[in-house]
């Protein structure tokens, strides 16, 4: 990868759905994932193999993973596991690539995953071994890598010591999650740029909310400090149910945009994106698509 290519990753089938209010049957939620593959989005989070009485939105994701297959899907695809069980629905389902999530704060290890931060960091080691003889790749997200909603700020330390931990462990990625979408620039700028001059950028990555309307500034920070992946949302869906304050992800139209005005390469068709944000819009009218669609839907009708 060159150092302008940008690797998207689109979570809205998974982070973007398990929020919303109206659920999704599997054909439409295999329909949505299709239709964000259509406009050349690299990777999509398809679902997560979490409890169905804690999210219901996420139920049969192993529907979701067999449909895709039979239908003879390609377009990478990753699922978030909260745990070793998840992680076993995940390999049953045949899942190339899982996300595990690991906590930089105690209260945010507990509300949203009943264990702690040492027991969450000692599970992801156990996965990683696992999904080496497996062929798995494994994505380590760091929740609350700069706020937590139960514990407040989050010392940079506690982020540094965790990416490298499971960086040196062998984690195909670490993302570092906003997910109460507090971060601002320079918070973002700091800490982006101190883990790629210690590691690199080939295997970090960002995934920021956009609460505080600062979402694609917190983009443009971590770009501006070598980051090349990143996660986002189709239609700017999003928020977490167990982290009070969480409101959509910033959107992926939005991403897509700023990154092809700035030169870099996404690989993403902008005509074909705004069919899928128009899509998931007429699936959930909740949607509340881009900051930049209006402008967007005019530019791209010339």
Known sequence: MTARCVVITDVGPRDGLQNQHKI??????????????AAGVPQIEIGSFVSPKKVPAMAATEQVCAGLGSAGFTTPTVVLIPNMRGYELACGANAETVTMVIYASEGMAQKNAAMSMSDAETVTLDILRLATHDNIRVIVTIAVAFT???????APSTVTRQAEKFLLAGA??????????????QQVQLLCAEL????????LGCHFHDTRAMGLANVYAAI???????DSSIAGLGGCPFA???SGNVATEDIAMMLQQMGFDTGIDLKKLMQASDFVQTLLSSAPGGRAKAWLRSFLAQ
Do not use: K, N, Y
Not at 172 to 185: C, E, K, S, Y
Not at 196 to 203: A, D, F, K, S
């Open 24 to 37: 999704l049957a599997v054909e439409q939620r295999i329909a949505l994932v299709q239709a964000i593959a």
């Open 148 to 154: 937590c909603p139960f514990d407040g700020p989050t």
């Open 172 to 185: 195909d990625q670490v993302v570092l999650a906003d997910t109460i979408g507090a971060a601002h620039p």
């Open 196 to 203: 790629v001059g210690r590691h690199g950028p080939e295997r």
């Open 224 to 230: 501006e400090s070598g980051i090349r992946h990143f």
């Open 244 to 246: 009070p304050g969480a």
